[in-house]
């Protein structure tokens, strides 16, 4: 292996490795969880459990549901405040709905600031919200969530630390750490006093709000985590704990549960609480409450929520249906991102479920009351199967996060599957009643699941592999629990009678345990990761049709065959990319009719997805920012092109002399131009080949790829190619694309020899204008210019101060004010492109793996040389101007 290859190895390997730290980190915190949780409850028996929950007072029921209601209510105020802090106006209805809505599913999905905003896009966009608005939405409630949280938290252990010992940090630790979370709220108050200007965070634009509504951020927060922590404490048996007291216990165990990962915190909350609070409460106690809390503040709102959004996209498809195909607005599009994540969430729990239902006894008489009706191996077959369709519904969860059909039909069995044996199993009607609440929102959501990619193709994130294998280990713990009373043998595998529960379980477990092991066998001895395909002669043809509907020239460098292509499913457009160790990047707009382009985006984003790449659209225009932007990319200018107006092109008058001494020096000395047709191509493609190798000669360069062209015979013989000749020998030459509705003329490969006439390519050049313009064409393009028409103000991003250094400073590495002055000379119009890319602190990474792709490769981008260095990484762009 190389030193390349062992780099790029060296960089996945680094990758996967960060990507799986935090998971890994999550799941030993909760088997520690789950190992608290099984010491401190030896005593407690499942019985006991469940005859304690339904001895729970209906009064404390009651008071929990009632504060659960006002803590939800306390929470449309972070929405309120954010939309205060940008100056909109919305109903207090619409922003009540779509608060709670967003923080039910947040609260039990986990990153809250992402989940929460794609159910705020989803109806804040109806009602005139931007996306550069959301942005700062999403900023100040995420502010707003941490302020109560650091204030109260920190009030909490510096007037009731920890006690010494047992595990506990010195109480003036805990003390310190106290104050110090309240100094980070303090902070941020003074800064909304001190600063005015917008903050800057990796690209985006952030103001600080009046200190007015900071006061209001800090009081309505810390009300609201005072709330939330009033309903756990009124489901407390009665105890002598103050309720300031319990709240040191409930915000720890909170900060340790975010910090795990883990959706909810399950299991690392919960063992928190029950070692925090064992001084006052008998394990079993604790459960209970837990238990009770699970079920009143997370699940109750969250199947609320799932039913509202049921029935609010049951609304919009009935509304696309009136307006008789009118294209989807930016709700109908957030509906298409937001309801495969949701219903995979959903489908997970629903095999989790499944798993817990068959780690666990059934409800007493239940079975007794299936004896007369069910033979015993019915019972016994459709326990089993349970289990082993709940551990699927775990795996096919992902798929359906991918949106793919295959795993949405077999899921939708599955969970057909799943409520037939909860019934048959135990007369569970329960579990049936809320497997079927998944069921029909699967089934109305049929049409958002419309992928064809191979199940096994998909690559699974570390997160997901971790709560799979977490959620299966959780279900045999608690079947551990739950059976703990049974004396194990050998028996107890073999054993078939009706109350054999603890059989059954184990039988189960080890039933799930080998699904899942040759699943991931299956995963091991699958595909291989994702290789680029060249395109072949059916895939070019196709190409040629769509560039030719389209009127793309930049697109002609799909006939290099140095890229892949991706099409739509009716191959009326592609996307054509390459894939530099993580970085696949995407060569301009998606080369389509207009109403395809944010189809091809969203594929082109889900294949990368697919296979763990870092998606890059790379020198993209203008018209489909909007696309990108609504894919969460962000946008980086790389420079700007140069286009001529044909219309006011002339060779006449003062101003174009210099044009005119150019073809008069060119003719005086011997040279002519012309253009040869594709069909007569081949038959001087030699003395192109002497022209090219000369020119790479004479500079002491390589050939590049991708967004450059390279000589290739083939591909130079599908184009007109225009030459100056002299003597009968080509001197330069340069391969044309015409774009077939007449609109715009480019020049892609251009060499000249070495002892070519003076200013050769820029005669060429006048040459080949006069001739498009002749031929009525519009405009005639002169490729990139790299960082150029950057932001010089002082509130410019960081990029955009970074480009314009390079380009005012970086004469010694690039000629970028050279390259500029010298496209100036022709008058040009002046087009931004741009990189979309996903943000954060990717760009750098992204802009070396385009120039090595361009180079072909990082060994041809690091050359000794520094010449030849400086030549091969061009920050990717394409600067057509050999001669410049």
Same mark, same amino acid.
């Given at each position: 292996?190389?030193?390349?290859?062992?780099?790029?190895?060296?960089?996945?390997?680094?990758?996967?490795?960060?990507?799986?730290?935090?998971?890994?980190?999550?799941?030993?915190?909760?088997?520690?969880?789950?190992?608290?949780?099984?010491?401190?409850?030896?005593?407690?028996?499942?019985?006991?459990?469940?005859?304690?929950?339904?001895?729970?007072?209906?009064?404390?029921?009651?008071?929990?549901?009632?504060?659960?209601?006002?803590?939800?209510?306390?929470?449309?105020?972070?929405?309120?405040?954010?939309?205060?802090?940008?100056?909109?106006?919305?109903?207090?209805?619409?922003?009540?709905?779509?608060?709670?809505?967003?923080?039910?599913?947040?609260?039990?999905?986990?990153?809250?600031?992402?989940?929460?905003?794609?159910?705020?896009?989803?109806?804040?966009?109806?009602?005139?919200?931007?996306?550069?608005?959301?942005?700062?939405?999403?900023?100040?409630?995420?502010?707003?969530?941490?302020?109560?949280?650091?204030?109260?938290?920190?009030?909490?252990?510096?007037?009731?630390?920890?006690?010494?010992?047992?595990?506990?940090?010195?109480?003036?630790?805990?003390?310190?750490?106290?104050?110090?979370?309240?100094?980070?709220?303090?902070?941020?108050?003074?800064?909304?006093?001190?600063?005015?200007?917008?903050?800057?965070?990796?690209?985006?634009?952030?103001?600080?709000?009046?200190?007015?509504?900071?006061?209001?951020?800090?009081?309505?927060?810390?009300?609201?985590?005072?709330?939330?922590?009033?309903?756990?404490?009124?489901?407390?048996?009665?105890?002598?704990?103050?309720?300031?007291?319990?709240?040191?216990?409930?915000?720890?165990?909170?900060?340790?549960?975010?910090?795990?990962?883990?959706?909810?915190?399950?299991?690392?909350?919960?063992?928190?609480?029950?070692?925090?609070?064992?001084?006052?409460?008998?394990?079993?106690?604790?459960?209970?409450?837990?238990?009770?809390?699970?079920?009143?503040?997370?699940?109750?709102?969250?199947?609320?929520?799932?039913?509202?959004?049921?029935?609010?996209?049951?609304?919009?498809?009935?509304?696309?249906?009136?307006?008789?195909?009118?294209?989807?607005?930016?709700?109908?599009?957030?509906?298409?991102?937001?309801?495969?994540?949701?219903?995979?969430?959903?489908?997970?729990?629903?095999?989790?479920?499944?798993?817990?239902?068959?780690?666990?006894?059934?409800?007493?008489?239940?079975?007794?009351?299936?004896?007369?009706?069910?033979?015993?191996?019915?019972?016994?077959?459709?326990?089993?199967?349970?289990?082993?369709?709940?551990?699927?519904?775990?795996?096919?969860?992902?798929?359906?996060?991918?949106?793919?059909?295959?795993?949405?039909?077999?899921?939708?069995?599955?969970?057909?599957?799943?409520?037939?044996?909860?019934?048959?199993?135990?007369?569970?009607?329960?579990?049936?009643?809320?497997?079927?609440?998944?069921?029909?929102?699967?089934?109305?959501?049929?049409?958002?699941?419309?992928?064809?990619?191979?199940?096994?193709?998909?690559?699974?994130?570390?997160?997901?592999?971790?709560?799979?294998?977490?959620?299966?280990?959780?279900?045999?713990?608690?079947?551990?629990?739950?059976?703990?009373?049974?004396?194990?043998?050998?028996?107890?595998?073999?054993?078939?009678?009706?109350?054999?529960?603890?059989?059954?379980?184990?039988?189960?477990?080890?039933?799930?345990?080998?699904?899942?092991?040759?699943?991931?066998?299956?995963?091991?001895?699958?595909?291989?990761?994702?290789?680029?395909?060249?395109?072949?002669?059916?895939?070019?043809?196709?190409?040629?049709?769509?560039?030719?509907?389209?009127?793309?020239?930049?697109?002609?460098?799909?006939?290099?065959?140095?890229?892949?292509?991706?099409?739509?499913?009716?191959?009326?457009?592609?996307?054509?990319?390459?894939?530099?160790?993580?970085?696949?990047?995407?060569?301009?707009?998606?080369?389509?009719?207009?109403?395809?382009?944010?189809?091809?985006?969203?594929?082109?984003?889900?294949?990368?997805?697919?296979?763990?790449?870092?998606?890059?659209?790379?020198?993209?225009?203008?018209?489909?920012?909007?696309?990108?932007?609504?894919?969460?990319?962000?946008?980086?200018?790389?420079?700007?092109?140069?286009?001529?107006?044909?219309?006011?092109?002339?060779?006449?008058?003062?101003?174009?002399?210099?044009?005119?001494?150019?073809?008069?020096?060119?003719?005086?000395?011997?040279?002519?131009?012309?253009?040869?047709?594709?069909?007569?191509?081949?038959?001087?493609?030699?003395?192109?080949?002497?022209?090219?190798?000369?020119?790479?000669?004479?500079?002491?360069?390589?050939?590049?790829?991708?967004?450059?062209?390279?000589?290739?015979?083939?591909?130079?013989?599908?184009?007109?190619?225009?030459?100056?000749?002299?003597?009968?020998?080509?001197?330069?030459?340069? !391969?044309?694309?015409?774009?077939?509705?007449?609109?715009?003329?480019?020049?892609?490969?251009?060499?000249?020899?070495?002892?070519?006439?003076?200013?050769?390519?820029?005669?060429?050049?006048?040459?080949?204008?006069?001739?498009?313009?002749?031929?009525?064409?519009?405009?005639?393009?002169?490729?990139?210019?790299?960082?150029?028409?950057?932001?010089?103000?002082?509130?410019?991003?960081?990029?955009?101060?970074?480009?314009?250094?390079?380009?005012?400073?970086?004469?010694?590495?690039?000629?970028?004010?050279?390259?500029?002055?010298?496209?100036?000379?022709?008058?040009?119009?002046?087009?931004?492109?741009?990189?979309?890319?996903?943000?954060?602190?990717?760009?750098?990474?992204?802009?070396?793996?385009?120039?090595?792709?361009?180079?072909?490769?990082?060994?041809?981008?690091?050359?000794?040389?520094?010449?030849?260095?400086?030549? !091969?990484?061009?920050?990717?762009?394409?600067?057509?101007?050999? !001669?410049?």
């Amino acid at each position: 292996m190389g030193q390349t290859e062992h780099a790029t190895v060296t960089r996945s390997v680094s990758h996967r490795v960060r990507q799986l730290l935090p998971a890994v980190i999550g799941l030993v915190l909760s088997l520690a969880a789950l190992g608290v949780l099984r010491t401190e409850l030896r005593t407690l028996s499942w019985h006991g459990l469940v005859a304690d929950m339904l001895a729970t007072p209906p009064w404390r029921l009651g008071l929990a549901l009632l504060l659960t209601g006002l803590n939800y209510a306390l929470l449309t105020g972070y929405d309120f405040l954010a939309l205060a802090s940008i100056g909109k106006r919305l109903p207090r209805s619409h922003v009540a709905v779509t608060s709670f809505l967003s923080y039910a599913i947040a609260n039990n999905v986990g990153l809250a600031m992402l989940s929460g905003a794609s159910v705020r896009y989803r109806f804040y966009t109806r009602w005139g919200v931007t996306a550069g608005e959301l942005t700062r939405i999403v900023f100040s409630y995420s502010v707003t969530f941490w302020l109560g949280l650091l204030a109260l938290g920190g009030v909490s252990l510096v007037v009731h630390p920890f006690p010494a010992g047992h595990g506990f940090p010195d109480p003036r630790v805990a003390a310190l750490v106290g104050w110090l979370l309240m100094l980070v709220s303090a902070a941020y108050l003074v800064a909304t006093m001190a600063r005015r200007a917008p903050i800057h965070i990796r690209g985006l634009e952030l103001s600080l709000p009046p200190p007015r509504l900071a006061a209001a951020q800090l009081v309505i927060s810390t009300v609201e985590w005072a709330m939330a922590g009033a309903v756990m404490y009124v489901l407390l048996p009665p105890s002598q704990l103050s309720f300031l007291e319990f709240s040191s216990a409930f915000l720890a165990a909170i900060l340790i549960g975010l910090a795990s990962y883990i959706p909810g915190g399950v299991g690392v909350f919960e063992g928190m609480i029950v070692l925090l609070l064992k001084r006052y409460f008998a394990s079993g106690e604790l459960l209970r409450t837990l238990v009770l809390y699970r079920v009143v503040y997370y699940l109750l709102p969250l199947t609320i929520a799932m039913v509202v959004l049921a029935v609010d996209e049951a609304r919009q498809r009935r509304g696309q249906i009136a307006r008789l195909g009118v294209t989807f607005a930016p709700v109908g599009r957030l509906v298409e991102q937001l309801t495969p994540r949701a219903l995979s969430i959903l489908t997970f729990l629903g095999g989790v479920l499944l798993l817990v239902s068959g780690a666990t006894p059934a409800a007493p008489g239940r079975l007794s009351a299936l004896q007369g009706a069910l033979p015993l191996a019915v019972i016994e077959i459709s326990h089993f199967l349970g289990s082993i369709v709940g551990a699927a519904l775990l795996v096919l969860s992902h798929g359906l996060k991918r949106r793919l059909d295959a795993a949405y039909f077999l899921a939708v069995t599955g969970v057909a599957i799943g409520i037939a044996v909860s019934l048959l199993k135990g007369a569970d009607y329960e579990e049936a009643t809320l497997l079927t609440l998944v069921l029909l929102l699967l089934w109305r959501a049929r049409p958002a699941f419309d992928r064809r990619a191979a199940f096994f193709e998909t690559r699974f994130s570390a997160a997901w592999i971790v709560a799979v294998v977490g959620a299966a280990g959780a279900s045999v713990w608690l079947g551990m629990f739950a059976f703990r009373h049974v004396e194990y043998s050998r028996e107890l595998w073999w054993q078939f009678e009706l109350h054999a529960e603890a059989s059954r379980f184990l039988r189960a477990s080890v039933g799930v345990a080998t699904g899942l092991l040759l699943f991931a066998m299956a995963r091991l001895v699958g595909p291989a990761p994702h290789e680029l395909v060249q395109p072949d002669s059916a895939d070019l043809e196709a190409a040629r049709a769509i560039i030719a509907a389209q009127g793309s020239t930049t697109a002609n460098l799909v006939f290099l065959r140095d890229k892949a292509m991706l099409f739509d499913e009716d191959r009326t457009g592609f996307v054509m990319y390459g894939v530099q160790g993580r970085t696949w990047i995407a060569l301009g707009d998606p080369v389509c009719p207009p109403d395809r382009v944010r189809g091809l985006i969203r594929r082109f984003l889900e294949r990368c997805g697919d296979f763990g790449g870092v998606p890059v659209f790379y020198e993209v225009g203008t018209d489909y920012l909007h696309h990108y932007a609504d894919f969460g990319l962000t946008l980086a200018k790389v420079g700007e092109e140069a286009r001529v107006d044909l219309t006011a092109f002339t060779l006449h008058g003062a101003r174009a002399s210099k044009h005119r001494q150019l073809m008069r020096r060119l003719e005086k000395d011997g040279g002519a131009f012309r253009i040869i047709p594709p069909a007569q191509v081949p038959a001087v493609v030699d003395q192109l080949r002497a022209v090219s190798d000369d020119w790479l000669n004479e500079k002491a360069a390589a050939e590049k790829g991708f967004s450059l062209g390279f000589f290739d015979a083939e591909y130079l013989s599908r184009f007109p190619v225009a030459v100056v000749e002299r003597g009968g020998r080509i001197e330069a030459f340069a !391969n044309i694309w015409l774009d077939e509705n007449g609109a715009s003329v480019s020049l892609d490969l251009m060499r000249y020899r070495r002892d070519a006439p003076r200013d050769v390519m820029e005669a060429l050049f006048v040459h080949m204008m006069q001739w498009a313009k002749d031929h009525g064409y519009r405009w005639f393009a002169l490729g990139m210019a790299p960082l150029s028409g950057f932001e010089t103000s002082p509130v410019a991003t960081l990029w955009s101060r970074l480009g314009t250094l390079l380009y005012r400073h970086g004469e010694a590495f690039y000629n970028f004010q050279g390259l500029r002055a010298y496209k100036e000379k022709f008058n040009p119009v002046w087009a931004p492109r741009y990189l979309a890319y996903p943000g954060g602190l990717t760009l750098p990474r992204i802009l070396v793996d385009a120039s090595a792709l361009i180079a072909g490769g990082y060994r041809s981008l690091f050359k000794p040389a520094l010449e030849s260095r400086i030549r !091969n990484l061009e920050f990717g762009m394409r600067a057509r101007i050999p !001669n410049s």
